[in-house]
């Protein structure tokens, strides 16, 4: 008597579930190991990005003191260890308060599955032709990108404008001793947003002499926040850019246009300005 139907069916769900049992068996040391690697390195991102290295410096030197006692078999000092180990965990946190709080900023705002660069309209040629032309005239600027921080804070600081981004308009705003000339710009897309802001000032103390206020701030609103910052220094007319807790100084046209494109998640080929003045334009 053949086999019924309703037995064939079951036993071929249980050889396909048998195979694909299997292929996992093989696949999973991989995948293991790719989810391991991926975690560690978007954990060194994280730390490079918040000038955190002192954090885990502190807990490396902790480790390495308790398993020396361990190993050593120093029994008074495991003993301090396990007693004093909660009120230095809480120490800890209060210590390096600043420093945790931009790591779980960056936390919240870093995009860990992002595959590709997302199409926009480049809206920062206005900006780098004002910065172009301040650095000739040896003026000072501070343009500040918005990306996903919402600034808030500092918006209020200054004058509110929501116009039309343009270069002449920045120009002079920075070009002229104009109320809103000591302040930064902070822009959205192609709007300019405020004008005459005040930035939290860096919290690092290795910085150079050299940098002036400008700079300060730029590296400051770059240390608790995702913005891009843009600064012209009134005594050199060196461009830099702050991002990620970092100066990058005295940069070309070029490079800081691939920097803006790549930072600002801008494609090279998309060319048409939104939302703003099309300055490569002649009038008819």
Wanted: glycine share 6%; net charge negative; hydrophobic share 45%.
């Amino acid at each position: 008597m053949p086999p019924a139907p309703e037995h064939n069916l079951g036993e071929n769900a249980v050889n396909t579930l048998d195979i694909i049992f299997k292929i996992y068996n093989y696949i999973r040391p991989v995948l293991d190991i790719g989810i391991l690697t991926f975690l560690l390195y978007r954990a060194y991102e994280l730390v490079t990005r918040t000038n955190a290295v002192q954090i885990f410096t502190a807990a490396v030197i902790v480790a390495i003191v308790y398993v020396l006692a361990i190993v050593l078999d120093l029994t008074t000092l495991l003993w301090i260890l396990s007693v004093i180990a909660p009120g230095l965990l809480i120490a800890f946190a209060i210590v390096f308060q600043p420093e945790l709080r931009k790591i779980f900023l960056k936390l919240g705002q870093t995009e860990w599955f992002a595959l590709g660069t997302r199409s926009k309209h480049t809206y920062v040629d206005s900006v780098l032709i004002a910065a172009e032309i301040l650095s000739r005239q040896k003026r000072g600027m501070l343009a500040v990108f918005m990306r996903h921080t919402k600034l808030d804070n500092i918006i209020e600081t200054g004058t509110k404008l929501n116009a039309d981004l343009s270069s002449n308009l920045l120009v002079t705003i920075f070009g002229h001793d104009t109320p809103c000339h000591d302040g930064a710009c902070v822009i959205q897309g192609g709007k300019l947003i405020a004008a005459g802001c005040f930035l939290p000032l860096s919290e690092q103390y290795d910085i150079k002499k050299t940098f002036g206020t400008r700079h300060r701030a730029a590296l400051g609103l770059s240390e608790v926040s995702d913005s891009v910052i843009l600064v012209v220094s009134e005594e050199t007319g060196a461009i830099t850019l702050a991002y990620d807790s970092r100066l990058h100084y005295d940069l070309t046209m070029e490079q800081l246009t691939r920097i803006l494109e790549s930072q600002l998640q801008i494609t090279p080929d998309a060319q048409n300005i939104e939302d703003t003045i099309d300055e490569h334009k002649t009038s008819a």
